[in-house]
């Protein structure tokens, strides 16, 4: 049995070491706002924080977490950072089918926290791993920045 | 999920009786996050619940995939019914084709065409009026006053002397009476809600992980399920050992179903590892030699000796061609394509004493409701249908299969069971956009514009695959977009079916992008036959066709008013498509490696009456960016039967870095509304065509334009 600390809870889990974070939420843990969408870390809609930097949690097994602080999508109303990026997007009216919007709200998150004023390119790279099949980008390319303002 | 709705969902099997009277009395609702009311709910009408605690939930009978339904449906019934749009919750429909159907999609309940709204736009305000006379009638009748002396506002009904009764005081009464058959319903100048750019209503709980997709469902006791298919789609089971799988960590049953064996176990990641372990020996079937270029070729042939359906003729084209000595002549070619919805096919079912419960993503509710009846011989009242957000669409959730097998594997195993393919399952087995071929000729005049022009589309025919339409008869999703709105004398337009093998499926516009590419890349390449400027060879050509030339000038004058740097062309393209009429121009240039970049694109769009303007504006980004990926970077290719492309790597995607700037402009009009969530990805296809060839001179014919096929070209 392997314990997960995830948004700050130590949690008992149930699985196999080699299993990815992402299962580990969503099956065994019932936190489904992470998602699956390529398994391949190609596509970015499972992102979740390692202590405070994105990874890809459909590659990341848990034995790579033990010990280690998980935050997902369900933490961000209350973080500062997440809080302000979840308001642009309510703002810009980001979403459309919505599905791989929880990984883009982590990489953002992730983005404002160590660059308060990304530039364009800082966005493009910071972003590069998200994918959004409906082609919401130039929404969340100015819902960044207007967060990034809201945090200034 | 909520705890509500998860009664709901409990209760759903005891409860279940979709009336066919026309209410949908005692039927539990799925809703989302905190959506369902607390109170007790009433039924007016099918459209409306209205709880004595003042919940007033609208349904939405389209499938909420991200084009904005679950925001737009209930502003129409919302303005007549006169309630804040941002007080109101919203519930996806249950099958019932009698209150539910499409009437633009032959009266079924399906989500796609583009048709909501055309479809919504006065059923659902009468919907919504209605309700209001009911509400207004209850009212009436308790305080004894005339009707006429009330009016309903922002969920209450006002009287004489300060009268006043909430929607949710009236809901039990005004539930009992009479369904009104006649009522008035507003002037558009009259809307407060509908025209208004107005914010989705899903957007919370999309920002915050609760909003649930149907990978998301949860039901008591569910277990998980991953299936392994046949690697040539529509290939069967010869043999399958299943011991080691069966002996792995979790797994809790193997069983074997029609399109292939699935592993069932406690959670998905384990079932898809013994999935793994399985050992099958194929029947790979009719499919075990397709390959795509072969395909191409059948294609081709068929262009030649197959049985052409007329599309639109005028004057004696072929003749004039034949008589002329100025004629341009191309072949255009479109590829196949994978639909690839960010969320993987899913769906959950629930079998249990004769009934079962589907819940998940579909754009087809009483299509699913059948379909599984069919395959485990049920009879459709006994299936319910409940439908959760979908994670995309694009056309690929018309199509059942991931239910059917869902219910198959509950059925087997009498366990609530929730399906899940991963993303290769998902690429390797789509219904696939079908290739086609176009072959174009035109005879120029003395002015150098077409005095004939002959055009044929030969593709396969996706309506003949899902609904049986047979093959002589014309295939109208074949022939959108076919006859282009230039005067020319004469034309003689026509398509032939040929079935390549594969199985295909409707694609986010349909044949719009395939007859779209090949009018709209000609053109251009008419006009530089003789040597005039393409915009004002369209223009020249688009007399007595006000909306098309409105919206080619204006987003030409737009895109013009910006520098045009070194090293950058243009492409403009138009079309018309769903009532909506739209031109577009893509800026581009080469990068380091000779592949396009699309630095802006310039739409504007006359889509008549808006619902949304905000979705229409976003459906058209969205639109902007998905065909773009079909122009330049998609691909799916066939050897021995086997899709090549598995994940994202070989199906790529536009991202963030590649998405270009897009200035919208939207037409004010009085006309019928248009449809909004496909056209644009069809009209950017030639339009970045065009731009490729101003840049570099050389036409590409085939998609997608690489840098490879740029460089060969
Ligand atoms: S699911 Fe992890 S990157 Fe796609
Ligand atoms: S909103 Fe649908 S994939 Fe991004």
New binding site residues.
């Given amino acids: 049995m392997a314990t997960l600390n995830v948004n700050g809870k130590d949690l008992a889990v149930d699985a196999d070491p080699s299993t990815p974070i992402?299962w580990a939420l969503r099956d065994t843990l019932g936190m489904t706002g992470t998602?699956?969408?390529?398994?391949?870390?190609?596509?970015?809609?499972?992102?979740v924080h390692l202590n405070g930097a994105p990874i890809?949690?459909?590659?990341t097994p848990i034995s790579a977490a033990t010990g280690q602080k998980i935050t997902t999508i369900e933490a961000m109303a209350s973080d500062r950072v997440g809080k302000a990026v979840q308001d642009a997007w309510v703002k810009h009216d980001v979403v459309q089918c919505g599905y791989c919007q929880s990984g883009q709200v982590m990489s953002a998150t992730a983005l404002l926290k160590t660059n308060r004023k990304p530039t364009d390119a800082d966005i493009d790279a910071a972003m590069a791993?998200n994918i959004c099949r409906c082609g919401t980008y130039a929404r969340i390319r100015s819902a960044i920045k207007d967060a990034a303002t809201q945090l200034a | 999920m909520n705890t509500t709705a998860q009664t709901s969902r409990r209760d759903f099997l005891k409860t279940t009786a979709i009336t066919s009277g026309g209410l949908l009395m005692g039927v539990p609702l799925l809703t989302f996050g905190d959506a369902q009311a607390a109170g007790t709910l009433h039924t007016p009408s099918a459209w409306v619940h209205n709880a004595d605690d003042n919940t007033i939930t609208l349904l939405s009978a389209r499938s909420e995939m991200g084009q904005g339904v679950y925001t737009s449906m209930p502003m129409l019934i919302a303005e007549e019914l006169n309630v804040d749009i941002r007080r109101v919750k919203v519930a996806i429909a249950a099958p019932d084709a009698k209150l539910y159907g499409n009437a633009l999609l032959g009266g079924t309940q399906l989500t796609g065409g583009s048709t909501s709204v055309r479809d919504g736009w006065e059923n659902l305000r009468v919907a919504g009026a209605q309700v209001r006379e009911m509400l207004i009638s209850a009212a009436a009748a308790r305080w004894n006053v005339d009707r006429s002396e009330l009016k309903a506002e922002n969920g209450t009904v006002l009287g004489p002397n300060g009268k006043k009764a909430t929607y949710g005081e009236l809901a039990e009464a005004a539930s009992k009476m009479p369904l009104p058959v006649k009522v008035s319903i507003k002037d558009p100048k009259d809307f407060r809600i509908v025209g208004k750019r107005t914010k989705r209503l899903d957007t919370p709980a999309k920002v915050n992980g609760s909003a649930e997709f149907g990978i998301d469902v949860k039901l008591p006791g569910m277990v998980y399920a991953a299936l392994e298919q046949c690697p040539v789609i529509g290939g069967t089971v010869k043999s399958v050992d299943a011991a080691r799988a069966k002996s792995m960590p979790g797994v809790i049953e193997v069983v074997q179903i029609p399109d292939g064996v699935a592993v069932v176990a406690d959670s998905w990641w384990r079932a898809n590892q013994a999935r793994k372990a399985l050992a099958i020996v194929w029947d790979e079937g009719a499919g075990a030699t397709l390959n795509d270029k072969a395909m191409l070729e059948g294609i081709r042939a068929a262009s030649k000796s197959g049985r052409p359906l007329p599309i639109k003729a005028v004057g004696d084209a072929p003749a004039a061609i034949a008589a002329s000595n100025r004629v341009v002549r191309a072949e255009y070619v479109s590829q196949l394509l994978s639909h690839s919805p960010l969320e993987p096919m899913n769906f959950t079912a629930s079998y249990a004493n004769g009934k079962m419960l589907l819940i998940g993503p579909t754009q087809w509710q009483d299509g699913a409701q059948g379909a599984v009846a069919k395959a485990i011989d049920m009879k459709p009242e006994d299936i319910g249908v409940q439908t959760t957000f979908l994670g995309g669409g694009f056309g690929r959730r018309i199509d059942l299969d991931f239910i059917v097998q869902a219910a198959q594997i509950s059925k087997a195993i009498g366990k609530p069971v929730k399906l899940v393919w991963s993303r290769e399952d998902d690429m390797t087995h789509d219904f696939y956009r079908p290739q086609s071929v176009h072959q174009l000729a035109a005879s120029l005049g003395a002015d150098g514009k077409p005095t004939a022009m002959t055009f044929r589309l030969t593709s396969q025919s996706v309506t003949g695959r899902v609904f049986g339409l047979p093959n002589e008869v014309p295939d109208d999703l074949m022939m959108e977009a076919a006859v282009a709105p230039y005067a020319i004398p004469a034309i003689h337009h026509d398509a032939i079916k040929h079935d390549a093998g594969l199985r295909v499926g409707y694609w986010r516009s349909v044949s719009h992008l395939l007859n779209a590419f090949a009018n709209e890349s000609f053109v251009d390449e008419l006009a530089k036959e003789a040597g005039q400027d393409p915009y004002q060879y369209r223009m020249a050509m688009l007399a007595g066709q006000p909306r098309f030339a409105n919206v080619l000038k204006l987003a030409m004058d737009k895109a013009a008013s910006r520098p045009l740097p070194a090293g950058h062309a243009r492409g403009i393209a138009l079309m018309e498509g769903y009532d909506t009429y739209m031109a577009q121009v893509a800026e581009v240039s080469l990068d380091a490696s000779g592949a396009v970049r699309v630095h802006r694109v310039t739409v504007a769009a006359d889509p008549g009456r808006m619902v949304n303007p905000d979705t229409v504006e976003a459906q058209i980004q969205s639109s902007v960016v998905f065909g773009m990926g079909a122009a330049l970077m998609q691909e799916i290719t066939l050897d021995k039967g086997r899709v090549q492309q598995t994940n994202f790597h070989q199906f790529p995607v536009v991202r963030m870095s590649e998405a270009p700037a897009i200035d919208i402009i939207l037409v004010e009009s009085t006309e019928k509304p248009g449809g909004i969530g496909e056209p644009a990805t069809a009209v950017i296809v030639p339009a970045i065509a065009n731009a490729v060839a101003t840049l570099t001179g050389k036409r590409v014919r085939k998609l997608p334009i690489t840098a490879d096929a740029i460089k060969a070209a």
């Fill in positions: 992402l998602k699956f969408g390529c398994g391949q870390a190609l596509c970015g809609a499972c992102t890809r949690s459909c590659v791993g």
